[in-house]
Nanobody, 113 residues
Framework: QVQVVESGGGLVQAGGSLRLSCAAS??????MGWHRQAPGKQRELVAR???????YYADSVKGRFTISRDNAKNTADLQMNSLRHEDTAVYYC?????????WGQGTQVTVSS
């Protein structure tokens, strides 16, 4: 049974920083990423990273967020700097292997303006 667990959310003022962490159980995942869902909006991809280290960022977070991973530990962190009110959302980690996505329960990030 694969488990994906996020941590690190919280309340921060605009301009501040937060670091989210994700840990997935089991063997290595070909891709790990972070999505977010704000109230009344669809879930959107924020950033993702492959086991080879290739990264992708949504335009809205480029230059502010950095995703990293540790393949040996099956972890993926999201460093979020210069946070804005519009970054407020529930952030979900997803780990992918063998064509299947495994989702965490999500962690709330609230940015006060």
């Amino acid at each position: 049974q694969v488990q994906v667990v996020e941590s690190g959310g919280g309340l921060v003022q605009a301009g501040g920083s937060l670091r989210l962490s994700c840990a997935a159980s089991g063997s290595i995942f070909i891709r790990m990423g972070w999505h977010r869902q704000a109230p009344g909006k669809q879930r959107e991809l924020v950033a993702r990273i492959t086991s080879g280290g290739e990264t992708y960022y949504a335009d809205s977070v480029k230059g502010r967020f950095t995703i990293s991973r540790d393949n040996a530990k099956n972890t993926a962190d999201l460093q979020m700097n210069s946070l804005r009110h519009e970054d407020t959302a529930v952030y979900y980690c997803v780990a992918t292997k063998l064509g299947r996505d495994y989702w965490g329960q999500g962690t709330q990030v609230t940015v006060s303006s």
